[in-house]
């Protein structure tokens, strides 16, 4: 359903570009006003990642979101409630981004029946291998959403192809090593990276970690499908505020 | 990655899909190491030359007379070079290294103990080396910073979260999710994702295996009962590991911290304030709210102040094969000095949970039954801590003269 919707718009687009927020950063209402900008721009799907204490994936930024969206009382509850709001609002897709642990509480099922009923297509969990997602697979398969599976560039291809077997929608390619919001060499090298990965899975290829200008979008053309943004929205918020945002997208393309 | 380290339920390995190929390489080198028969003994040499291995065990006759009922023994981890079992970890990880051919060790560490084993033993073999450490800690263990960095360490005090020991961990994965092509996680417990848990428990499991022929060598006989203190659980399980399948109770002792009613403790096992959870890369009873977000813990002892436990403790505390048990800070101390006055021995603090414990049992017991307390650390290096855990002020005068000699 999600790879459909994203083939169709790369008919019409040469890149796609997703976004990332932390859900209750800096607010919930600014929450709702980024979406709603980001959209206008015409940003074609978003990550909307629910906080935890523990992010191990994420790097200061995104980091620092989720401890501060926490701290103002962002509960799982009330990133669903808003979530449905959102996907009832904005006629693009959504997914959620979040640790295992969120799932694994609220129970995986009962998790991905809510997903379905508030009209989020799929998600992304940094910390769940397939071989340790089982129950997970099964939820998401039952509620027809996408689980997104990842390639870093220490993936070897066999194990691409592996996780490709399991994935729906697109795959979520890390850029380079390491955490988010850090500075990614765009060079041939992550060229090469993507044709392994291109290679390796019929999916849609979304690029992610370091993207944060044109340039950055520019260079993926043609290489993958999908430009991700993510610490760079949380980075321009925290200094020039929810307002900048709208600009901000537009300039990427 | 066939075997995922799995103990009942807990366990596993809930991994970042860069660090995958990362931890099956160290799967592969510890599961060649541990074929190798060379591999121990070149393991127990080591320690033996280095870290004064055996340590022995010492009769705590005058402890033992005081409470009038079972005889104390202490197992002495506190002799290990650097002053903790945490050597024993950080000497067979550092192996493992060396047959790796990484160059870099970078660790998480709460009272400083592992971090300072860590650092040491990286300056023996040569690695560069950085250690974590939640900025708490750094203040309330700042003699331990100071020689991580004469072994030329780089510390790193971790500003995010809670400052804690689970908080340095988080920023030791941030590391190697970057630099794993170089640089080993050398995690100083038995948690974590496989195969962390059962390579940090094989490591330990020397000071059980000795302890055991210790015991039958000098009274002819197994204990009774053996306690330990569990942060992570290395300890505890290092010393369990070789009794397993004897008729012996295995008492884990965890921080009660100011009680448990007072919700400020670091009680996983021995309350019902845990649940089931997965974070850091494995399943296991966390201290956490019904969101599965992680809460503040509170120990008098760093290196039990943690929100989670080993796997391989959580599936004994459902088997019933480890009884769990907490000690308060205030019977902590209470413990400590009750065992300096009358032994002379200095536990730290973590270890003196497990003194606590045996002190509220030992009184039960008959003359005939024998008590085995594993001593994980010495105490004496932690002088500012125990200095302020019993508020003395003597000591409170001596540092505010040298704080004013510095300003002079």
């Known amino acids: ?253 | 990655m066939q075997n995922r380290g799995y103990y009942d339920q807990y366990g596993g390995a809930f991994l970042p899909e860069v660090l995958i190929a990362t931890v099956e390489e160290l799967v592969a080198t510890f599961e060649k190491a541990k074929q190798d028969p060379s591999f121990w003994k070149e393991y127990a040499d080591i320690m033996s030359e280095y870290s004064c291995r055996p340590t022995p065990v010492t009769f705590a006759e005058n402890l033992s007379n005081y409470f009038g009922g079972g005889r104390i023994f202490v197992k002495r981890e506190d002799l290990n070079h650097t002053g903790a079992h945490k050597a024993n970890n950080v000497m067979g990880q550092g192996l493992l290294v060396k047959r790796m051919g990484k160059t870099r060790v970078i660790a998480e560490t709460g009272a400083g103990q592992h971090g300072m084993a860590t650092a040491t033993m990286a300056a023996k073999f040569g690695f560069k080396c950085t250690i974590y450490m939640g900025e708490v800690d750094v203040q309330r263990q700042r003699p331990n910073v100071f020689w991580m960095e004469r072994l030329g360490a780089e510390v790193v005090p971790v500003k995010e979260g809670t400052r804690i020991l689970k908080d340095a961990i988080n920023e030791a994965l941030r590391d190697w999710v970057t630099n794993m092509d170089n640089t080993h996680y050398v995690l100083g417990t038995a948690c974590g994702p496989h195969p962390f848990p059962e390579m940090v428990s094989y490591f330990q499991s020397i000071i059980g295996q000795e302890a055991r022929r210790q015991m039958l060598e000098r009274e002819k006989k197994l204990p009774d009962r053996i306690y330990a203190c569990v942060g992570g659980g290395s300890n505890a399980l290092g010393i369990f590991k070789a009794f397993l399948d004897d008729p012996v109770e295995l008492v884990g002792v965890e921080a009660a911290g100011r009680g448990l009613e007072s919700g400020e403790h670091a009680v996983r096992l021995a309350s019902p304030d845990a649940s089931v959870g997965v974070a850091q890369g494995y399943k296991t009873y966390f201290l956490q709210d019904d969101d599965g977000q992680m809460k503040e813990t509170h120990s008098v002892a760093a290196g039990l102040d943690y929100v989670g436990v080993s796997p391989i403790l959580a599936q004994f505390k459902d088997s019933g094969r480890v009884r769990f048990e907490a000690a308060t800070d205030q019977e902590v101390v209470d413990a400590l000095s009750l065992t300096i006055q009358k032994e002379g021995l200095i536990p730290a603090l973590e270890s003196a949970h497990a003194f606590a414990q045996a002190f509220k049992e030992a009184p039960k017991l008959s003359k005939t039954e024998i008590i085995l307390i594993n001593q994980s650390g010495r105490g004496d290096k932690d002088i500012f801590t125990v200095a302020d855990a019993f508020n003395d002020p003597t000591w409170q005068e001596f540092i505010k003269k040298k704080a004013e000699e510095y300003n002079a």
Do not use: W
Request: glycine content about 8%.
């Open chain 1, 1 to 253: 359903m999600l790879e459909k919707y994203l083939n169709s718009r790369l008919q019409e687009k040469e890149i796609l570009l997703m976004t990332h927020i932390v859900l209750g950063y800096p607010s919930f209402e600014d929450s709702f006003k980024i979406i709603e900008a980001m959209v206008a721009a015409g940003v074609d799907l978003m990550e909307l990642q629910i906080p935890f204490s523990e992010p191990i994936a994420d790097g200061p930024v995104i980091l620092q979101a989720n401890q501060k969206a926490l701290a103002d009382g962002a509960t799982v509850q009330k990133c669903l409630d808003f979530s449905r709001k959102i996907a009832q609002t904005f006629d693009i897709p959504f997914l959620f981004m979040t640790y295992y642990n969120i799932l694994f509480k609220y129970g995986v099922e009962r998790f991905a029946a809510a997903m379905a009923a508030d009209g989020i297509k799929g998600a992304i969990v940094p910390d769940l291998p397939p071989e340790e997602g089982g129950e997970y697979l099964a939820a998401m398969q039952k509620h027809d959403l996408a689980p997104i599976f990842i390639f870093s560039p220490t993936t070897p291809d066999e194990r691409m192809q592996y996780l490709s077997s399991f994935g729906q929608g697109f795959i979520y390619c890390v850029a380079r090593k390491g955490v988010t919001g850090v500075d990614t060499d765009f060079s041939r090298q992550l060229g090469e990276y993507l044709g392994r990965c291109r290679r390796a899975t019929k999916l849609p290829l979304a690029l992610g970690f370091g993207v944060k200008e044109k340039a950055d979008v520019d260079f993926l053309k043609g290489k993958a499908d999908i430009a991700v943004i993510g610490s760079q929205t949380i980075r321009l918020v925290d200094n020039e505020g929810v307002g900048a945002v709208g600009a901000f997208i537009n300039s990427l393309r």
